[in-house]
């Protein structure tokens, strides 16, 4: 089974299309389409329902995702510990979140490669609390996570990330002016949501509570993106990330709504590394997303 086969399956299930699965993997998107369409000649039927850009897992590609991705897994673990040639001295391994690894690291990762054009990256990607686990083990340099802590770990202010209330373009709600629109009226509606127990479920809840509203929550994903396909499917309304959905409002995919009073749901994104790290990394990551927030490009001297 060829591994740039599964590679693109993943990609393509994780970011929603074969056109951002060929832009994460600098590949055409026929190159893309044809490694799927090999990797379903040899589990003999179809991985993805396409309907349009639009695409979704056959009951097939559910039962071949985990099997992917332990395959994926497997042979990184074995090409970094049997088959890589020793690291060099000029290599950086960023441990991150899979909305950093989609929505940050595509911005910045460019502007320090013409920086620092002979280091080699690569890139971890997890939970929050795999991220710490791996700059604890040294096993990263840095990572990009939600706020944690621990007593060898220094972290620093990345990026404040707001969590907006979103329906799809054609919903109801999209023609009701925010001072007609109550959280007992929103509430009733189906939510779907980050898994149970994370800190945005919980942020969430906590909003309702103080509202006292109990909201119809018909559904748990563990992760944004798939939240987002499923609003913009109309299954549902959803509080997700801005980060993770600027496109898809200004294109009209997604539409906003703002009942009052507002939801103050915002999560910050910090930089953490071990307390001896150089420092120089973090501070140049740092002074990169600002420079992006203000829309203003980075000099050399960053």
């Given at each position: 089974m060829?591994?740039?086969?599964?590679?693109?399956?993943?990609?393509?299930?994780?970011?929603?299309?074969?056109?951002?699965?060929?832009?994460?993997?600098?590949?055409?998107?026929?190159?893309?389409?044809?490694?799927?369409?090999?990797?379903?000649?040899?589990?003999?039927?179809p991985l993805f329902h396409r309907d349009g850009k639009q695409i979704a897992l056959t009951e097939r590609g559910k039962q071949f995702l985990p099997y992917a991705q332990k395959i994926l897994h497997a042979y990184q673990e074995i090409s970094t510990t049997l088959c890589a040639e020793p690291v060099s001295e000029k290599s950086v391994t960023i441990?991150?979140?899979?909305?950093?690894?989609?929505?940050?690291?595509?911005?910045?990762?460019?502007?320090?490669?013409?920086?620092?054009?002979?280091?080699?990256?690569?890139i971890l990607v997890g939970s929050s609390a795999y991220v710490m686990e791996k700059v604890l083990?040294?096993?990263?340099?840095?990572?990009?996570v939600r706020t944690v802590s621990h007593p060898l770990i220094d972290?620093?202010?990345?990026?404040?990330?707001?969590?907006?209330?979103?329906?799809?373009?054609?919903?109801?709600?999209?023609?009701l002016p925010a001072s007609k629109l109550s959280w007992d009226t929103?509430?009733?509606?189906?939510?779907?949501?980050?898994?149970?127990?994370?800190?945005?479920?919980?942020?969430?809840?906590r909003h309702y509570h103080r509202n006292q509203i109990h909201p119809h929550i018909m559904m748990e994903v563990d992760n944004f993106e798939a939240a987002k396909k499923m609003v913009m499917r109309g299954v549902g309304i959803s509080f997700l990330p801005q980060l993770c959905m600027q496109e898809e409002l200004t294109n009209g995919l997604l539409h906003e709504i703002s009942p009052k009073p507002l939801a103050q749901l915002t999560r910050k994104i910090e930089i953490i590394c071990l307390r001896e790290a150089n420092r120089d990394l973090v501070e140049f990551f740092i002074h990169a997303v600002k420079a992006l927030d203000r829309k203003l490009p980075l000099t050399k001297n960053s």
């Amino acid at each position: 089974m060829n591994m740039d086969n599964i590679e693109a399956f993943l990609y393509a299930f994780q970011l929603g299309s074969f056109n951002k699965a060929a832009e994460a993997l600098y590949l055409t998107q026929p190159s893309v389409t044809a490694r799927i369409q090999s990797l379903e000649r040899e589990l003999q039927g179809p991985l993805f329902h396409r309907d349009g850009k639009q695409i979704a897992l056959t009951e097939r590609g559910k039962q071949f995702l985990p099997y992917a991705q332990k395959i994926l897994h497997a042979y990184q673990e074995i090409s970094t510990t049997l088959c890589a040639e020793p690291v060099s001295e000029k290599s950086v391994t960023i441990g991150c979140t899979l909305l950093m690894s989609t929505h940050i690291l595509p911005e910045i990762l460019p502007i320090y490669r013409e920086k620092y054009p002979g280091v080699n990256l690569r890139i971890l990607v997890g939970s929050s609390a795999y991220v710490m686990e791996k700059v604890l083990s040294k096993e990263a340099d840095f990572g990009l996570v939600r706020t944690v802590s621990h007593p060898l770990i220094d972290s620093y202010h990345f990026h404040t990330d707001t969590l907006r209330l979103v329906v799809p373009p054609h919903h109801p709600f999209t023609a009701l002016p925010a001072s007609k629109l109550s959280w007992d009226t929103v509430g009733r509606e189906p939510h779907i949501v980050l898994a149970h127990g994370t800190m945005e479920w919980l942020m969430v809840q906590r909003h309702y509570h103080r509202n006292q509203i109990h909201p119809h929550i018909m559904m748990e994903v563990d992760n944004f993106e798939a939240a987002k396909k499923m609003v913009m499917r109309g299954v549902g309304i959803s509080f997700l990330p801005q980060l993770c959905m600027q496109e898809e409002l200004t294109n009209g995919l997604l539409h906003e709504i703002s009942p009052k009073p507002l939801a103050q749901l915002t999560r910050k994104i910090e930089i953490i590394c071990l307390r001896e790290a150089n420092r120089d990394l973090v501070e140049f990551f740092i002074h990169a997303v600002k420079a992006l927030d203000r829309k203003l490009p980075l000099t050399k001297n960053s």
